[in-house]
């Protein structure tokens, strides 16, 4: 049991045998630093239930506590605030139980618990990786590492968006101008080179609307009627009816965007347990509208298209099939739901990485999967998270304008390069060494950039600013654990004792920020917010630079104050190695 949670309890105690009130919450604050105290019982919200002033409400509390709990030595009571002054022996008991722990704050599966299947990434297979799909991977990477460290069974998984118009829009353009280049003529990657065939297709297509408007069609009329689209439109019919030719050459060109994925992930230090992909899960549903009509969750309108009513949910009229019998995106995320719960039987519940354009989309899909009686669809969630902007403004894939992924990580190593080269700390390093370096801080700065904003929050992100050896970014807190992993080469004493020695105030400060782990990443989980997480490392870096500048380590005044301020510094960085690892980010041993 936490230091809090036990409080928590005692208070509770402490007010029922005073009071004679029983309380479902106490509320907590960190201690204000002008004042004696590690950690605050806020009393204003007990005069609901406890009438009495509340300065003596807290006296009360407060010399129950020291008569009732180990851990607390004194007490002092400012207007509504119990300000807890916790013993030594606490802090060092909890220190000497985690030293020796490397995977301190993460829990293990019960056997018992579902398993959570986490979606990201699901990406179009007509363009590459864009900054876009950056901050999706993150994201869903991050909190399904972070549903791994609460004790949760998480499978990663994507759906590929392998079919339809924009498809074949590719497609046709490398048909029509492409000459047979491949990847390996040209030297591109496969996602590049179709991509830039989507691009091809969008150039050729405003051509030929300018030149029907030209002739005296409406701007309307022409976007409709351009040759190339209605090919394009073609070339998706004779997909969907099996045609060899477009078949072999859908095949072939999204076997080279895969391998252009593949090469972007490991580059991004992002995977997957399994793959879904559209051209297989578009018809999923189609059996389940049939289910749905048959108890009444869809009705069939005359033209034969079938509909979900929601609008008494507060929602309106769904489609879930055209009229023609032919499926929506809508059919498909139902049926694809449904088959992965066939095919991993353990999962209970899954998170969907997708931007908030989709809110409503998300919104109406777990309402319908509640109606056709899952049990599981209450535990389904929308990871909705907001644009990425660039000082440059906003990105168009057809237009070409995307801030492609692989080019951003190539900036961001580059740029921790030239940085790290004028600050001079590389003496030493091989070619090799520098080059793995800059990766490891470039790719840390951008990874820390977006994480450490609320997904809900729209970014503007500026790859500059990201890499800054001060502040609260990633490159400072590398900087931090490189630090800590210096001390710990020059200390040449056994540091595999327990000590039990006074605390310095820095030395007691840093203990709370850790004790804080376990719980921080259970609130990032319940709140699928890797934020949480990448904060709180920043305020332990913080909290450790305090202590660093405030007191000797290796020039302490005795042996046990020496181990015990490495010992410290050690759990510090290992600390800080777990938490950036649940943000897929690396720390370097020298920096």
């Known amino acids: 049991m936490s230091l809090q949670a036990s409080l928590s309890y005692q208070v509770k105690q402490a007010v029922f045998k005073s009071f004679n009130i029983e309380l479902e919450t106490v509320e907590f604050q960190a201690t204000r630093k002008e004042f004696a105290g590690d950690v605050t019982v806020v009393i204003f919200p007990m005069l609901k239930f406890v009438k009495g002033n509340p300065v003596q409400i807290g006296e009360t509390i407060g010399n129950y506590l020291v008569a009732h709990v180990e ?21 060092i008991n909890f220190f000497n139980n985690i030293k020796d722990n490397e995977n ?11 398993a959570i299947m986490v979606e990201y990434s699901s990406p179009n297979t007509n363009k590459p990786l864009h900054l876009g799909h950056v901050r999706n991977n993150l994201l869903g990477y991050s909190v399904a590492e972070i549903l791994k460290a609460s004790g949760k069974k998480v499978y990663k998984t ?7 118009i924009h498809i074949c829009k590719s497609m046709l353009a490398w048909k029509r101008f492409g000459k047979g280049e491949t990847p390996k003529s040209t030297g591109l990657k496969g996602d590049k080179l179709v991509g830039n065939y989507y691009v091809k297709f969008d150039q050729e297509y405003k051509k030929e609307v300018e030149a029907l408007v030209a002739d005296g069609f409406s701007v309307e009329g022409a976007k409709t009627m351009a040759p190339i689209l209605l090919e394009a439109q073609q070339m998706l019919l004779k997909w969907e009816a099996g045609d060899q030719d477009t078949v072999a050459l859908w095949n072939m060109m999204n076997g080279w965007v895969y391998e252009g994925f593949n090469e972007t992930y490991k580059n991004m230090g992002v995977d997957f347990d399994t793959l879904y992909y559209e051209s297989d899960t578009y018809l999923l549903g189609k059996e389940f509208v049939v289910e749905g009509l048959k108890s009444g969750v869809f009705v069939q309108e005359d033209d034969g298209s079938v509909w979900c009513d929601l ?6 009229k769904k489609i879930v099939q055209r009229s023609d019998g032919t499926a929506v995106y809508m059919t498909q995320d139902i049926g694809t739901a449904i088959q992965r719960i066939k095919d991993f039987p353990d999962v209970g519940g899954m998170v969907y990485t997708v931007g908030n354009e989709q809110d409503y989309h998300f919104q109406v899909l777990f309402l319908i999967l509640k109606k056709l009686g899952f049990e599981w669809a209450k535990n389904l969630y929308h990871l909705s998270y907001g644009m990425v902007d660039l000082p440059s403004g906003k990105m168009k894939s057809r237009e070409g304008t995307v801030v492609d992924a692989d080019d951003l990580i190539d900036e961001m190593v580059s740029t921790a390069g030239e940085i790290s080269e004028e600050l001079g700390k590389l003496d030493g390093y091989s070619k090799e060494e520098k080059q793995s370096l800059y990766k ?10 977006i994480l450490k904003v609320d997904p809900k929050k729209r970014i503007l992100f500026d790859p500059k600013e990201s890499i800054d050896f ?3 970014t990633g490159p400072f807190i590398q900087y931090t654990y490189a630090r800590i992993q210096a001390i710990l080469r020059k200390a040449d004493f056994d540091l595999d004792v327990h000590i039990e020695i006074p605390l310095h105030l820095k030395e007691k400060e840093l203990l709370k920020q850790l004790e804080l782990f376990p719980e921080v990443i259970q609130n990032a989980a319940s709140q699928h917010s890797p934020a949480l997480v990448a904060n709180y490392t920043y305020d332990l870096v913080k909290e450790f630079n305090s202590f660093y500048q405030n007191v000797s380590i290796l020039g302490a005044d005795n042996l046990d104050e020496k181990i015990f301020r490495v010992q410290l510094s050690k759990k510090v960085a290992s600390t800080i190695k777990n938490a950036f690892g649940i943000l897929g980010i690396e720390v370097p041993e020298r920096m």
């Open 158 to 164: 994507q759906i590929i968006n392998d079919r339809g």
């Open 470 to 472: 001060q502040g609260n």
């Open 104 to 114: 301190y704050g993460f829990m293990l599966p019960k056997a018992d618990d579902k």
């Open 71 to 91: 851990e607390v030595k004194a007490f002092n009571v400012v207007k509504g605030f119990l300000n807890v002054e916790i013993s030594d022996t606490y802090y």
């Open 440 to 449: 490891t801080i470039g790719l840390g700065a951008l990874k820390y950039y």
């Open 311 to 316: 609008t008494e949910d507060g929602l309106d």
